[in-house]
């Protein structure tokens, strides 16, 4: 089962990333000033894990077991999940799903701010 220390790791070990502490004591991570994952807002003392999602796996995970809508963030139209249960398998998907927030935010950025934080090589001229 993952926990904040496993999740923090994992999201640190992206290019260029940042953590702050801050929305209620939870481990937020950025990209280029962005952020791509939350880990905190879990009830009852476990582990809730937050990330950007395309909109069909949005569609998709809003209606499987353990996963849900982020609070605060899907309620302003943002397709972002929660995943509230960390058992077993979903240990796997949540590693899936935290790169691909990462790489949907990344790739947000403009081409010059990618560059400089070396997520995207110069073009060749």
Not at 76 to 92: N, P, V, Y
Request: with cysteine.
């Amino acid at each position: 089962m993952m926990n904040y220390e496993d999740f923090n790791a994992f999201c640190g070990a992206f290019p260029a990333t940042s953590h702050v502490v801050q929305w209620g004591n939870s481990d937020v991570w950025k990209v280029g000033g962005k952020v791509f994952a939350v880990g905190g807002w879990g009830s009852e003392g476990k582990p809730a894990f937050t990330f950007k999602v395309s909109a069909l796996d949005f569609d998709f995970l809003s209606h499987c077991a353990g996963y849900r809508p982020a609070p605060y963030f899907a309620n302003r139209g943002m397709k972002w999940i929660q995943q509230t249960d960390t058992a077993g398998h979903l240990d796997d998907d949540l590693r899936y799903y935290l790169a691909e927030s990462y790489k949907i935010v990344a790739s947000g950025l403009s081409k010059k701010q990618q560059i400089e934080l070396g997520i995207l090589a110069p073009a060749n001229r």
